[in-house]
Every structure is written in structure tokens, then in C-alpha cells.
């Protein structure tokens, strides 16, 4: 689904480094959500953003922070990366309405060394 | 927030025959239940949806059931393929319409 879009795909990085991973979508969806995959843990919600001047926590957002750029970008940092931060991160973006399709990126691998 | 359990965590079936995955769900004001499949290697994909106002739905070999009563809801695949192997993810809508997702099961179709 080449309508939502992340970078870098992976990426390998040490401890105590600053990393940001950008996602763009072209579907026009107000709402973007940043996740996070560990095997056996599913899908962990990170961040999300109703529009570009709504900002929220999600349920693991100890150590990351966001940045919503315009409607099509939203960014994820890790200010200090350490090893447990390694994961699999998608990007999603979905409509307002109830119903709506919530499309996924592509994800990006992060290892943090 | 919501809370969303699967069961079983990992399911084995022979191919050609039937798989059932089931979720609860803890939020009586959810309304939507959307079934994802996640290939390895692959962003996690829609594959069938049901709304509270529904039953049952089918595509195919695919459907989906959902008690709102008992507030549980199952994925089933019938006459299983090799291409249906994945991690499957059962999602519910709560607060502001997010969805909340529940830890994915993983589907093993033997050949």
C-alpha cells in the first residue's frame, strides 16, 4: 500500500543516540498513529494525532516523542535510543469514521545496539 | 482503555481444513471489529470487518461472527491454504473511535 509511507525501512543505531523515523501518507486522513511490535506483544500503541495540532500519548510513549508536520507527515524520535526501544515501527493512518480502514505502513526495523 | 484478548496465541491446522480465532472484548460501547493479517515480513492488512449491528458477515472463505451479549467475536477461515499462514490481528473501536488491538494470533496451515 504505497499510500502511506515510512523511512528509513531499517535502521541500526547505538545507544544514546537521537533517531527519527518520518511517515507520509497521501490519503488524506486527519488521524496518524505511530506503533510499536515486539513478538508475542502484538501491536503497542505509541502515539497518535487527530490533526495537525493534536498531539497524544499512547499506552508505551515513555522515551519517544512526535512531531505532526502537516496533515500527510508524522514523525517519531527517540531522544536517547537504548536497546529495548529495538522493534519493529509501524505508522498507520485511518479516517474519522467509525467504519474507516486504519492502513498501515511498511514499517521500519530499528536496532539499537 | 480497551482491552482486547485472543485466543488461542498460536493455532496449527492441516491444509483444507477450518481455523477459529476468537477475541473478547471488555468495552460495550465498541462498534466496529476489524480482522487484520499480518504476512511475515508485511505491514498488517484488512481483511474483514463486521459493524455491532451485524451478526455475521463472509467473503469468500472468510468470515467473521460477533456476540455482543457475550462481547466476543471469531475470525474463521475455511478449506485452509498455505498463503493463509500469517499473524492475525482482531482490533475494536473505544475512545475516539481508536482501535485497540489485540496480540495477534499465529496462523500455521500445514501442508
Known amino acids: 500500500d504505497a499510500d502511506v509511507t515510512q523511512t528509513p525501512r531499517n535502521r541500526i543505531t547505538k545507544t544514546g543516540k537521537r533517531i527519527m523515523l518520518e511517515c507520509s501518507q497521501t490519503k488524506g486522513h486527519d488521524r496518524m498513529y505511530w506503533y510499536r511490535q515486539d513478538p508475542g506483544l502484538g501491536l503497542r500503541l505509541i502515539y497518535y494525532?487527530?490533526?495537525?495540532?493534536?498531539?497524544n500519548k499512547g499506552e508505551i510513549s515513555d522515551g519517544y516523542s512526535v512531531s505532526r508536520q502537516a496533515q500527510a507527515k508524522f514523525s517519531l524520535s527517540l531522544e536517547s535510543a537504548i536497546p529495548n526501544q529495538t522493534a519493529l515501527y509501524f505508522c498507520a493512518t485511518r479516517g474519522a469514521g467509525y467504519t474507516d480502514t486504519q492502513y498501515f505502513g511498511p514499517g521500519t526495523r530499528l536496532t539499537v545496539l | 482503555g480497551e482491552n482486547v484478548e485472543q485466543h488461542p496465541s498460536t493455532l496449527s491446522v492441516q491444509e483444507g481444513d477450518s481455523a477459529v480465532i476468537k477475541c473478547t472484548y471488555s468495552d460495550s460501547a465498541s462498534n466496529y471489529f476489524p480482522w487484520y493479517k499480518q504476512e511475515l515480513g508485511k505491514r498488517p492488512q484488512l481483511i474483514i470487518d463486521i459493524r455491532s449491528n451485524v451478526g455475521e458477515k463472509k467473503d469468500q472463505r472468510i468470515a467473521v461472527t460477533l456476540n455482543k451479549t457475550a462481547k466476543h467475536f471469531s475470525l474463521h477461515i475455511t478449506e485452509t491454504q498455505p498463503e493463509d499462514s500469517a499473524v492475525y490481528f482482531c482490533a475494536a473501536t473505544y475512545g475516539n473511535n481508536r482501535l485497540a488491538f489485540g496480540k495477534g494470533n499465529q496462523v500455521v496451515v500445514i501442508p
Open positions: 494525532s487527530f490533526d495537525v495540532k493534536d498531539i
